[in-house]
Structure formats: C-alpha cells, structure tokens
C-alpha cells in the first residue's frame, strides 16, 4: 500500500530565508509524487510533480523538488521565502489510475 | 475554462439528515474523484470515475455514501443518515484521463453535521 509521511507537522520561517518541506513516500513502483499548496478557503493547487527523467524539478511560485529514490524522498524547497507562502503544503504520491495519497500536510508559517 | 466548481460550499444539517453535493469538472475531463478531507489531515480518496463508470470505491466509504456521474459531466455525492463524523471538507478533482494527469481540484464543500 502507498504511503506519505511528512515528518513536520508545522515550520515557521522568516521573510528571505530559504525553506525546506520533508516528504517521504512508501510506494511499490516508481512512484508519481506531487506538491500541493492549500490556502484558507481555497482548493489544493499543484506545484510541482515528478513523473520520470530529472530528479529535480521545477515548479509555480519559485518551488523546486528533489526526489531521491533511495532514500524515498521528495523533498520541496524554495530559497526566499515571501509572506504570501504562507499556506498549507501537501505531498501526494499517485497510482496509475491517478488517485493520490497525501501526506497530513506541514502547516507554514513566514515571520515578518 | 472555469475550473472545477463545487455547490454548495458549504452545508450545515443535523445528525440523520441526508445531504447532496455537487461537483462540475473542467469541460471534457473524464476522470473525477471525490476525497474527503478532515481537519488536521491531508485529503483521503472516496472514489473516481471514468466517464460515466464507477471504477473504484475506497472502502472508506460506507453504505450510507453513494456517487453518481450519470452523463459523464457533472457528479454528486449523497450521504444519507448523516453523522456527526461525516463532518469533513469534501473535494472533487478532474483530470482528463491519462495515468500521468494533474489533477485539478475545486474548493470543495464542508460540511458540518450537527
């Protein structure tokens, strides 16, 4: 059964510092994995997603994420962090037929 | 293209009342899920559709939940003989298919059972 933990529950950071968010997955296959920003009152919006090819990828707002399949991690990272950041973010590793697993989301606060 | 729209967005009713929500995908997207997201919790697959087909059911979701996607476009989620642990933020996402798809996800619906 495929699985996501992400190990932070909440992280607060200041304004301009650099961010970085875990992820760890347990899936049998390669795994589809994605990132997923919640603000109050608004739907998930993806930021970014691995599929195959690069271990790094690029996404929206300035977001990157490295998957390391050995150590079955997609962790997401962002080197200045703005106020408007601030949000809810949620790893998500998919199945073939496209439903995801989330993780329980890390709660991101940014510090004036 | 307006998105993924959900009504209502928000329903309060009493325990044992049955409710009904609505989900209109992205125009010409054939699969769509239906999640359940509780608070402090990341969302939880209900079910998806493909078209007008049902392909798969979380065994999260009892008897008393059942979906719909007559036509293949919009979908509905009734619960009947609510409970209070049915209270949760309910989330309706489309794709257009393929096993690679993003999925967009409306605001979704919360609901509170009192």
């Known amino acids: 059964a495929q699985s996501v933990t992400q190990p932070d529950i909440h992280i607060t950071v200041s304004e301009g510092a650099s961010l970085e968010l875990r992820c760890n997955y347990s899936?049998?296959?390669?795994?589809?994995l994605f990132w997923y920003v919640q603000s109050p009152g608004q739907g998930l919006q993806l930021l970014l997603k691995?599929?195959?090819?690069?271990?790094l990828v690029q996404g929206i707002k300035g977001f990157e994420a490295e998957f390391k399949r050995s150590q079955s991690s997609f962790n997401l990272r962002k080197p200045s962090v703005h106020w408007s950041d601030a949000a809810e973010y949620f790893c998500?590793?998919?199945?073939?037929?496209?439903?995801?697993?989330f993780g329980d989301g890390t709660t991101l606060t940014v510090k004036p | 293209d307006t998105g993924v729209s959900q009504d209502p967005r928000h329903k309060i009713t009493k325990r044992g009342q049955n409710v009904t929500f609505r989900c209109d995908p992205i125009?010409?997207?054939?699969?769509l899920y239906w999640y359940r997201q509780t608070l402090g919790q990341g969302p939880e697959f209900l079910t998806y559709?493909?078209?007008?087909?049902?392909?798969?059911k979380s065994r999260l979701l009892s008897d008393r939940f059942s979906a719909e996607r007559p036509k293949g476009s919009f979908s509905t989620l009734e619960i009947q003989r609510t409970e209070q642990g049915d209270s949760a933020m309910y989330l309706c996402?489309?794709?257009?298919?393929?096993?690679?798809?993003?999925?967009?996800f409306g605001p979704g619906t919360r609901l509170t059972v009192l």
């Open positions: 691995y599929f195959s090819g690069d271990t």
């Open positions: 998500a590793v998919g199945a073939v037929a496209g439903k995801s697993t």
């Open positions: 125009s010409e997207h054939n699969r």
């Open positions: 996402a489309s794709t257009p298919g393929g096993p690679t798809d993003t999925q967009y």
């Open positions: 559709f493909q078209n007008e087909a049902q392909l798969e």
């Open positions: 899936y049998g296959a390669t795994p589809y």
